[in-house]
């Protein structure tokens, strides 16, 4: 079972990233947008997802991914069992979730993409 220690790793790993604690929950953040946060029980993980691509992914895997408190319906946002996933995948959603908030400079060169001439 992935542990908030896991998602930590990971996420410490990436570029502006700081941890922060907020009601109780361990946040990851680049500057002040969250992309990941340990519910205080540390059994699940919500996530910065594309809102619109949301209800397909809950839909395919339902005992994996859930809806995000009511409250945070309204952002880019998924939950997953920890218990669900297993390293690659955590690695996976925590990235990208990770690359939505990165500005695309940092992300590109973290992850070794070359630089697009818009970005310059």
Not at 55 to 61: D, S, T
């Amino acid at each position: 079972m992935i542990a908030a220690d896991d998602v930590r790793r990971v996420a410490m790993a990436l570029p502006r990233t700081e941890e922060k604690i907020v009601r109780d929950r361990v946040t990851f953040r680049v500057g002040r947008i969250v992309y990941a946060a340990i519910s205080p029980d540390e059994t699940s993980m919500g996530f910065a997802f594309p809102k619109e691509e949301r209800a397909a992914l809950i839909a395919a895997e339902p005992g994996k991914f859930h809806m995000p408190r009511p409250s945070d319906e309204r952002y880019n946002w998924v939950r997953v069992w920890l218990e669900a996933i297993d390293e690659p995948e955590m690695r996976e959603l925590v990235e990208e979730a990770w690359r939505m908030v990165a500005p695309k400079r940092v992300a590109a060169a973290h992850l070794g993409e070359p630089e697009s001439p818009r970005s310059r």
